[in-house]
């Protein structure tokens, strides 16, 4: 990469940062939210245990019965899976989703506002099959549930 | 840069749930194209920021492990219908995009 380039990037990044200075200057934004923006360790961990002590701080957690983690049983094209994690306990502060046989086990973070309740659905790449657990933060104790699913086709190689 | 955001709201008995879809590629960074052998840079969304009169009711971080042009859905309480919601995004590269729908 050209010295050109790389004070392009520079100055996109440092625009970026600027906005959500604005953001928190303005009280848009509380300042933990600003520091907590994306956790590098967290999202770039190859294993779980350590992925998930710098995201919330922990890796003990409790199966509970009241998360309902839906997925396929089978997913015919790893490379968009269907999660919807839902969870029946009052409180909830964070759901987190992984695909444990995936490169980097730690998929996403949700971290609910004001009046969010515990539920969120998205789509994920899986590599291959295995199990898609969800990890729902309640009242600083973590609780989990999990679903296996079948990949056929990986959706994270080339 | 067209807007890449999709939004929807709806209220009902109290409580939004908001769906939304974005338009990404999500490279994680690990994958190679097959022509040259290069490895692809990574260039995904990391945050996700959704807001309702200022308070923010969800924020969401990511890997690349999320699909190609993302979807997202979640619930909240506390809005009414005809309310501004907003969600932006922000990926590794730097850029962002945010885009704004009344509740229905």
């Known amino acids: 990469m050209s010295n050109e380039m790389k004070r392009r990037i520079f100055l996109k990044r440092s625009l970026a940062a600027g906005t959500v200075g604005v953001a928190a200057a303005t009280g848009l934004l509380a300042p933990q939210q600003v520091l907590a923006a994306w956790n590098k360790a967290a999202f770039e961990s190859k294993e779980l245990p350590a992925a998930l002590d710098a995201l919330l701080g922990s890796s003990e957690m409790s199966e509970s019965a009241d998360i309902k983690v839906k997925a396929p049983d089978i997913a015919e094209n790893g490379a968009v899976v269907p999660i919807t994690v839902d969870a029946g306990i009052e409180g909830v502060e964070s759901i987190a989703i992984i695909a444990s046989n995936n490169p980097v086990p730690l998929v996403a973070n949700f971290v609910m506002g004001t009046g969010a309740s515990g539920f969120v659905s998205t789509r994920i790449k899986m590599g291959k099959t295995g199990d898609v657990i969800g990890v729902v933060k309640a009242g600083g104790k973590l609780h989990s549930a999990k679903k296996e699913v079948k990949v056929t086709i990986g959706g994270c190689g080339g | ?104």
């Open chain 2, 1 to 104: 840069m067209a807007k890449s955001i999709k939004i929807r709201a709806k209220e009902k008995g109290g409580v939004t749930t908001v769906k939304a879809l974005m338009t990404h590629p999500m490279e994680t960074g690990g994958r190679k194209d097959k022509k040259t052998g290069k490895a692809i840079p990574a260039h995904f969304i990391e945050a996700v920021v959704c807001k309702h009169k200022g308070n923010t009711v969800m924020t969401a971080e990511w890997s690349g492990g999320i699909s190609k042009n993302p979807y997202i859905s979640f619930k909240f309480s506390g809005a009414a219908k005809g309310d501004e919601i907003e969600l932006s995004w922000t990926d590794n590269t730097g850029k962002s995009d945010s885009m704004s729908s009344k509740i229905k």
